[in-house]
């Protein structure tokens, strides 16, 4: 086990995913809960202690004890919470108390994800540069973040837009026992206002603390359910006619022949390489017999395609997407297109 005690706070309502699972059980387009994907910004997260800290009904009520144990195995820790608290820095110092943590720690939201180029163990603050994510949501509920030359925090601040920095979601302190002693001072200090994390952090800076800010990539934000659906649109799921779609179409009976050598629509190609750069999932289906799978593949291949399962020999007939829908996969969670045969357009659909 390394050194470092990973900390995710998820004992909130989940107040902007109404009708919803709590978020961070909602399931994402790769079979992950969006708490794993979250937990992916720490690339051997596994080797490290964790600690997670949700509410009694999310967890006995709908499923969220034993969903957190089969994704995460049963060493995973978890504290129970009766009723929100006054806001995540508290729900964070009652889990250090709690579960008795000592040493670094690195507190993890769970609706963002991102790759870190460094070890966050240590006073430090994710940020990444808003000129660089121009697609960022929600920007001015965003924690903003003042570095200076040397990428030093001088400032964070909740909701004012000062600096083109934005807080992720990762933060990182040197010692569990300095969190609670700026977190005290803080609640001794402040009002009843809702205490974030980046508060702890101010006072911490104020108290003579040196933070790092660390830029990182990748970055994916999911904080609304309107994000979160956006992200699951990115990464659907494409099943995909081949002949007449991505090759000109070709037949067993009459010229041009499966035999031939297949022309790609180049326009539609694009399209599907764009789609899969995305996070789309392509499963192709043909009426090509199943002894056509080798030249068709690397047909497909050579134009940059890749794909989650290819189909052979299916009916040449008409076909059917069934799928069911439910808030947490709306309406409609199923969509047809019929599109000319040879049209080089898939774009305007798709």
Request: aromatic residues 10%; contains cysteine.
């Amino acid at each position: 086990m390394k050194n470092g005690t990973i900390i995710l706070p998820v004992a909130g309502r989940s107040s902007r995913f109404p009708g919803t699972r709590p978020k961070w059980l909602l399931t994402a387009p790769s079979g992950e809960l969006m708490l794993e994907k979250a937990l992916t910004s720490i690339g051997d997260y596994k080797e490290h202690r964790l600690v997670i800290g949700a509410l009694s009904a999310h967890l006995n009520e709908m499923g969220g004890r034993g969903a957190i144990k089969r994704a995460l195995g049963k060493d995973v820790e978890i504290i129970e919470f009766e009723d929100t608290t006054k806001g995540p820095a508290m729900t964070v110092a009652e889990i250090v108390k709690r579960a008795s943590v000592t040493g670094s720690i690195f507190i993890k939201d769970c609706d963002s994800w991102f790759t870190t180029p460094v070890d966050p163990f240590e006073n430090s603050i994710c940020v990444v540069d808003l000129r660089a994510a121009p697609d960022t949501r929600n920007i001015p509920g965003k924690s903003f973040v003042i570095l200076n030359e040397n990428s030093i925090v001088e400032e964070i601040r909740e909701k004012y837009i000062c600096s083109p920095f934005i807080s992720v979601g990762g933060y990182g302190f040197n010692e569990a026992a300095r969190y609670l002693e700026l977190y005290g001072a803080l609640e001794r200090d402040s009002s009843d206002a809702e205490p974030f994390i980046s508060h702890v952090i101010l006072e911490g800076i104020r108290s003579g603390e040196v933070f790092k800010g660390i830029n990182v990539e990748d970055y994916h934000d999911v904080g609304t359910l309107e994000a979160w659906n956006e992200y699951r649109a990115s990464s659907s799921l494409y099943v995909m006619d081949i002949d007449g779609v991505v090759f000109r179409n070709a037949g067993q009976y009459t010229a041009p022949f499966w035999d031939d050598e297949d022309v790609p629509l180049t326009q539609n190609v694009e399209r599907l390489r764009q789609l899969l750069r995305n996070g789309a999932q392509i499963v192709f289906v043909t009426s090509r017999p199943e002894r056509y799978r080798a030249k068709t593949e690397a047909a497909l291949a050579a134009l940059g395609l890749s794909w989650h399962a290819a189909i052979f020999g299916v009916t040449h007939s008409r076909r059917f997407l069934v799928n069911d829908f439910a808030p947490s996969n709306s309406y409609p969670s199923a969509v047809a297109i019929n599109v000319h045969r040879n049209g080089d357009d898939l774009a305007k659909y798709i």
